[in-house]
């Protein structure tokens, strides 16, 4: 195989392209490297790809029409994962049109690439839980209605998914759609809740809680996703229209104060806390119903946050040499 991921410079992008490298394919990454969060860190991560000689590295912004097809050959190509995008909920509400350019039209780019691909035998795609608005039910099933986000981002995903499915259908693309649930871990995204406190508690700085008494996630660990894309590249749905999407959750949610206290036992010392009210575009709830993606290629995440926040914790005390 050889395999074209986009977003391979982010967070779950860089721990996909390690795996597969290390399985021996052939690996060709592209990433804009914008300046969301510090690029500092992306290009940490490439510097860690860089060793494998099988890995291949373009930088271009998928929204410029053309700019992948002149660094990347789609002839080359048998199977994409898209992971690139404008990521966080909040800061869709404060730059609304970095999320059009990137998730709609970087998208719409990727996949016209992916119908020029000749040899293409597959194409992943990343979406959120944000698709499933803010409930307090549970958990939640591809099989809901998504129909009221609470957020552009989420939107955004709803919309992308919505474009597989007719391109899926117009031209027979095998398309698999990932409803990520809030995944963490070490390497991970600044913007992070996780990653803020940590970084706020080990300077002894306030951290600050949002709707505390309301808020639950299931945190999802990074090695528990990169093991599930592994399986998911080479599994193309087979259906008349080849369009699937799955939950890659943990289906475990875990209350916003329990994440807390499990970064303050991981830092070992407890944080200074500012209580606030819930921010715009911010759900109360995921928690993700993952019978489907077990059913089709054995999903079973093991990772607990009790397990896994210890692991972050230590990873970033030694890239900060604290």
Known sequence: MTILVTGA???IGHNLCLALLSQGEQVVGVDNLNDYYDPMIKHARLE?????????????DLADDGALEKAVSPDAITHIVN??????????IENPRAYMRSNLTGYLNVLEFARAAKDLKHMAYASSSSVYGDRADGPFSEIDPVIKPVSLYSATKISGEMISQSYAHLY???????RFFTVYGAWGRPDMAYWIFTEKILRGET???????????????????TNALTCIVDTPPTADVPHEVYNLGNSTPTPLMDLVHAVEKACGQEAKKNFMSKQMGDVSKTFADISKAKAAFGYSPKTTIDQGIPVFVDWYKKFYNI
Not at 83 to 92: D, E, I, K, P, W
């Open 9 to 11: 410079a982010g967070f």
């Open 48 to 60: 860690r790809l860089a060793g494998f000689e099988r890995f291949r590295f373009a930088q271009l």
């Open 83 to 92: 992971l690139a995008a404008q990521a966080g909920v909040r800061y869709s």
């Open 172 to 178: 027979g693309i095998p398309l698999t759609g990932l």
């Open 207 to 225: 951290i600050d809680i949002f709707a505390a008494g309301e808020m639950s996630r299931d945190f999802t660990y990074i090695d528990d996703i």
